[in-house]
């Protein structure tokens, strides 16, 4: 028996690669697994959110049964993410599904990007599937100002999750959204706590994504900026690194470790973008900071066999769009509506 207590769904058949209209491979895959979260950063959520009603949400069947279709046509990593992942009901169990295809080599990677809070009570059970790596998300050391960004969050019970997971094996990397009045005189603090460690750590560009109460017009704060101010006193060397993902890495050589710099709007990636984000009401989405969405929900759930899903998946990823529109200005709408606890990062 699987953990869905039923055979696993049938495999495609192994297919030509994922290519878009501008000739880039489609070989990384998000899978948001849940809208909920237990925490409220200010930056990704409403304070007051209304969350999807259960029959929206795809089963767990249904994600790997999507998942697995796109390992079938070269997907070679998977990311789950939410919301908050671990708090989805029977998670586990979809991590151990998925975890066939790390065992078949038809998959390189499976990890997710958490929050960090329920990583104490699931780490060792990651690193048992198969998992080598998890993003957590956490942009303060401050345990008063961490309650602030996050709406009640603590912080110790994230670094006890991240303890745990570098018990277990599992590399760590630390992400920070650089917020100019919030976290930006710490951010090196942060970046020598992950080092030391032996964490990596990436600092993200605030995104225009979703109505939330914040001005990301007085919070965005330009990577370009904190680079140089780190140069000022830290040695940065270039580095190959790359980890699938729209992160550039340097070797901060004072500490030893990575850092990676993730530029949506001061330095976008588009030209090499690999990625589409599935939501967990199984809507994918091409392009971030785009409105594109492809109802794959409702393909499954119209009876649509393999070879259907597949139809769908590919027309999707043909009308991928070359770049997103994404910019910061004060009283200009976000990119897109959809907040990012949706979307699956």
């Known amino acids: 028996m699987t953990p869905y207590d039923a055979a696993p769904p049938q495999e495609a058949r192994v297919q030509p690669p994922l290519i878009d209209g501008f000739g880039r491979t489609v070989s990384y895959l998000r899978v948001s697994v849940t ?7 200010v930056y990704c959520m409403s304070e ?47 991590f151990e599904n998925l975890s066939r295809h790390l065992k078949s080599g038809a998959l390189d990677e499976l990890t997710l990007t958490t929050n960090g809070t329920r990583l104490e009570e699931f780490a060792a059970d990651l690193a048992r599937l198969g998992v080598r790596r998890v993003n957590v998300s956490m942009d303060t050391l401050d345990p008063a100002k961490f309650r602030v960004l996050t709406r009640g969050g603590q912080l110790p019970k994230v ?30 603090d942060l970046i020598a706590w992950a080092h030391a460690r032996g964490c990596d750590m990436t600092l993200i560009e605030a995104m225009p994504l979703g109505e939330i109460e914040v001005d990301r017009t007085d919070q965005f704060l330009s990577l370009k900026d904190v680079r140089r101010g780190l140069e000022s006193f830290w040695t940065l060397s270039e580095i190959a690194h790359r980890t699938g993902g729209p992160a550039r890495y340097v070797r901060i050589e004072e500490t030893g470790g990575r850092l990676g710099f993730i530029t949506p709007l001061s330095h976008n990636f588009c030209e090499s973008c690999n990625r589409v984000r ?53 009283a200009a709408a976000p990119a897109v509506a959809r907040h990012m606890s949706t979307t699956g990062g």
Do not use: W
Request: contains cysteine; negative net charge.
């Open 159 to 188: 670094i006890a999750g991240i303890d745990a997971a570098l018990a277990a094996g599992l590399s760590v990397k630390i992400n920070a959204v650089a917020l100019k009045d919030d976290n930006a005189g710490e951010l090196p």
């Open 48 to 94: 007051h959110m209304t969350f999807l009603p259960k029959a929206e949400v795809l089963t767990l069947e249904e994600l790997d049964r999507i998942a697995s279709a796109f390992v079938a046509l070269g997907t070679r990593k998977l990311r789950i993410t939410g919301g908050e992942p671990l708090v989805r009901k029977g998670v586990m169990g979809l």
């Open 35 to 41: 809208d909920r979260c237990d925490l409220r950063c």
């Open 278 to 330: 599935l939501t967990c009401t199984g809507t994918l989405h091409t392009c971030l900071g785009r409105e594109d969405a492809s109802d794959l929900r409702a393909v499954i759930r119209d009876g649509a066999d393999d070879a259907g899903l597949v139809d769908a998946i590919r027309l999707a990823i043909d009308a991928k769009p070359q770049g997103h529109d994404f910019q910061i200005a004060r």
